[in-house]
């Protein structure tokens, strides 16, 4: 019996070393979209990546923890957050609940016995709602700061847009092209003149039969 516990304890022991080895840790950078930060490119990020699973450890753009997926989207809009929640509220400059706007950051802390600690963080997206990507639910999804949970756990709210390219288009990232002479392959077809015939050779190209003809008719008048 005591042979058989042991051996079903080290197969729980493999299969839980083997689990956490699947996990990446490795820091993915993600490419630059947008050379400028604005709100439409955030909005096209949040819609990209609303609904994805959450993961521990990710940051995209398949699956995503909380801190993964500021880092990813905002990192997509050349805006580059430190990886962890807790290093992301200190970038930025901080702005009461009340004045929040779209694409600012809101840091919170979800123990169970809240300490003011920064564990979570997710983007607010107007109308007291944020998205962000929920252990709980293990997806990316949208909630209220209305619920009691997330308002009596907040703990600081940063800007992390600028204000001068807030309201800007949507500029996308655009690569160097080599600047050639354009050349057309159509080239017009010359036109061959005739060349002068002599006036011995015009002369052998009458015919005799209708010029008699003409003339005969003009003599009648």
Excluded at 23 to 40: Q, W
Excluded at 71 to 76: A, I, K, Q
Excluded at 77 to 103: D, F, H, T
Excluded at 201 to 217: A, P, V
Aim: charged letters at 30%.
């Amino acid at each position: 019996m005591k042979t058989l516990i042991k051996f079903i304890s080290f197969f729980i022991l493999i299969l839980l070393f083997t689990s956490c080895s699947q996990y990446d840790y490795t820091l993915h950078k993600p490419k630059v979209r947008y050379s400028k930060p604005s709100k439409g490119a955030l909005s096209v990020m949040l819609r990209e990546s609303y609904g994805k699973r959450y993961r521990w450890a990710e940051e995209g753009p398949r699956s995503f923890d909380c801190s993964g997926l500021t880092y990813y989207t905002y990192g997509s809009m050349n805006i580059w957050l430190p990886r962890r929640a807790i290093e992301q509220s200190r970038y930025g400059r901080s702005v009461s609940i009340k004045r929040l706007r779209y694409g600012d950051l809101i840091f919170f802390d979800t123990r169970k016995r809240p300490r003011g600690k920064v564990n979570h963080v997710g983007i607010y997206v107007g109308n007291n709602h944020f998205i962000h990507a929920s252990s709980s639910k293990k997806r990316v999804i949208r909630s209220s700061l209305k619920k009691r949970f997330y308002r009596n756990r907040v703990v600081v709210c940063k800007r992390v847009i600028p204000s001068k390219y807030y309201n800007q288009c949507i500029t996308k990232k655009r690569k160097k092209l080599k600047r050639y002479k354009h050349k057309s392959k159509y080239k017009p077809k010359r036109v061959k003149k005739a060349k002068a015939k002599s006036i011995q050779e015009l002369f052998d190209n009458i015919d005799i039969n209708k010029t008699s003809k003409i003339i005969e008719d003009e003599t009648k008048f």
